[in-house]
């Protein structure tokens, strides 16, 4: 069930997301053959690359803020909105339906975080001269001595993946324990939800520093700073998204599945 | 075993009380009318037991088991308003349904689509609310489910869209089950009736058969609902 429900998702999102996704490529393979074709002039006759420059990062960050919104809206729209008379009459358990909107939310964060990355390398990469000094690069060893030299970071930069990928998913499930709790309230959800989110917020600020304060008054403190070398802040930080997914994760299913309210 | 079953059945919202101590037995095999005025409680008790909303107090059972997942699957439920995505076109709602409900039957969905006329390429939110409202209900027909709950559906259509929802709803629900439809209109839905129920101020005012009813008070039901709830 949970799957049938991703790729519901996934079409919701992608009827909005790709068309963003297509305009943005164009407009990068437009960007990528001006600056081409005008590498050599200046500022006042290359005004239009200059727009389509400002066009193309304006696009990038567009896209960034829709799929927020969608992964907010759906959230709010399809489940306690009038479209969640459906969804809550699916043969399904309230923790699937939320995990498949954090799990579809996530997926197209990594799609508009890889169309944002093509749509700024294909006019690096069409820059004049780019490609060839990439390719000298290669031919002198260059790639090898790049790879030798990140080699012994291998393993921070996959905890620094799952980092990013733990904490954008605890800030999804955050602001959807604040909408869980928004929807007891008959009337003014959204101010209802808005103000779970800033009491959450200070909840977490509390705990953070309670704990930051614990560790750095604890007498290990200057074992612990060596032990907890940049591998070891990883994990911890990991770890803290994962309880904070937990804890949010809970509210939001407890609420949704014994304080349902669609009125 | 009743096919569903309220117990003391209380809800409230804030300090109102839409239901009020409700115990109701509802069996199989039975088109039931829930009737009553506006803000009686009907459409709380229908969502009461889709679980859309859940009770301050008392229980509720479908064929034994309290509302959930598993109760979901057995029960096929129209609200009174608009509830499908209106991005999605009617061949997408089908294979939607299709998708989530294993008793949905596509090949009756279809024909019945086509019978009313209706391009199953169209988004929904370029249909008429008219064109919506018959979508909805043939979704809704179109599951062998155990229950049907039927929350209002004549309201706000014309009498000849009314005549077609009634042979709807007659053509295609699962005799083996129950389908319980919840109006003010009665006298458009009363000779389909096995049962009815009629709420007042959160209340059951009165669970008979509608035979029964008839033949006690003298007078069709609608009269008599006329009579119970004149202002």
């Given amino acids: 069930m949970l799957s049938r429900l991703i790729g519901y998702e996934m079409k919701a999102f992608g009827r909005i997301l790709l068309p963003l996704y297509g305009v943005a490529i164009i407009?990068?393979?437009?960007?990528?053959?001006?600056?081409?074709?005008?590498?050599?002039?200046?500022?006042?006759?290359?005004?239009?690359?200059?727009?389509?420059?400002?066009?193309?990062?304006?696009?990038?960050?567009?896209?960034?803020?829709?799929?927020?919104?969608?992964?907010?809206?759906?959230?709010?729209?399809?489940?306690?909105?009038?479209?969640?008379?459906?969804?809550?009459?699916?043969?399904?358990?309230?923790?699937?339906?939320?995990?498949?909107?954090?799990?579809?939310?996530?997926?197209?964060?990594?799609?508009?975080?890889?169309?944002?990355?093509?749509?700024?390398?294909?006019?690096?990469l069409a820059y004049p001269g780019t490609v060839d000094e990439l390719a000298d690069m290669g031919r002198n060893g260059g790639w090898s001595a790049l790879m030798e030299a990140i080699a012994p970071y291998r393993s921070n930069i996959i905890l620094a993946v799952l980092l990013v990928i733990a904490y954008l998913a605890y800030c999804i499930v955050k602001i959807y324990a604040a909408i869980a709790i928004g929807q007891l309230w008959s009337d003014h959800r959204i101010i209802g939800s808005a103000l779970a989110y800033i009491a959450m917020d200070i909840v977490e600020a509390i705990l953070l520093g309670a704990t930051g304060i614990a560790v750095s008054q604890s007498d290990r403190w200057n074992d612990l700073s060596q032990v907890m070398a940049f591998t070891g802040a990883e994990v911890v930080a990991i770890l803290m998204c994962l309880a904070g997914i937990a804890v949010c994760g809970f509210i939001t299913w407890i609420l949704l599945d014994r304080k349902l309210n669609l009125e | 075993m009743a096919e569903i079953e309220c117990r003391e059945l209380v809800k409230r919202y804030g300090r109102k009380i839409a239901l009020n101590g409700i115990n109701l037995s509802l069996e199989h095999q039975r088109i039931i009318g829930l009737a009553g005025p506006n803000g009686s409680g009907k459409t709380t008790l229908i969502k009461l037991i889709q679980r859309l909303l859940t009770p301050t107090s008392g229980s509720i059972e479908i064929e034994g088991m309290k509302p959930g997942k598993e109760t979901k699957n057995l029960i096929s439920y129209l609200p009174d308003r608009d509830f499908l995505p209106d991005w999605m076109k009617a061949d997408g709602l089908l294979n939607f349904y299709e998708t989530?409900?294993?008793?949905?039957?596509?090949?009756?969905?279809?024909?019945?689509?086509?019978?009313?006329?209706?391009?199953?390429?169209?988004?929904?939110?370029?249909?008429?609310?008219?064109?919506?409202?018959?979508?909805?209900?043939?979704?809704?027909?179109?599951?062998?489910?155990?229950?049907?709950?039927?929350?209002?559906?004549?309201?706000?259509?014309?009498?000849?869209?009314?005549?077609?929802?009634?042979?709807?709803?007659?053509?295609?629900?699962?005799?083996?089950?129950?389908?319980?439809?919840?109006?003010?209109?009665?006298?458009?839905?009363?000779?389909?009736?096995?049962?009815?129920?009629?709420?007042?101020?959160?209340?059951?005012?009165?669970?008979?058969?509608?035979?029964?009813?008839?033949?006690?008070?003298?007078?069709?039901i609608d009269d008599y609902f006329r009579e119970v709830f004149a202002c």
Wanted: glycine share 6%.
């Fill in chain 1, 27 to 124: 407009l990068s393979l437009l960007v990528g053959i001006e600056l081409n074709a005008f590498s050599g002039s200046k500022m006042p006759e290359n005004a239009f690359g200059m727009a389509l420059i400002l066009f193309l990062g304006l696009l990038i960050m567009a896209i960034f803020i829709v799929t927020v919104v969608l992964s907010v809206g759906r959230f709010y729209t399809n489940l306690l909105g009038r479209e969640g008379y459906l969804m809550f009459s699916l043969p399904t358990g309230t923790g699937t339906l939320i995990w498949a909107k954090v799990i579809s939310s996530i997926i197209w964060s990594f799609f508009s975080t890889a169309v944002a990355f093509i749509a700024v390398m294909i006019p690096v």
């Fill in chain 2, 100 to 220: 989530f409900f294993e008793d949905f039957d596509r090949e009756k969905a279809e024909r019945l689509l086509d019978q009313l006329k209706i391009d199953r390429g169209l988004a929904l939110k370029k249909m008429s609310k008219g064109t919506r409202e018959k979508v909805q209900l043939v979704l809704c027909m179109s599951r062998k489910a155990e229950v049907y709950l039927l929350d209002e559906p004549l309201a706000g259509v014309d009498p000849a869209a009314r005549d077609y929802i009634i042979h709807t709803i007659l053509d295609n629900y699962n005799e083996d089950g129950m389908v319980l439809i919840s109006t003010h209109l009665i006298s458009d839905i009363e000779s389909i009736l096995d049962e009815v129920v009629f709420l007042k101020d959160g209340q059951i005012f009165l669970h008979e058969n509608a035979d029964d009813l008839r033949a006690k008070t003298g007078k069709s």
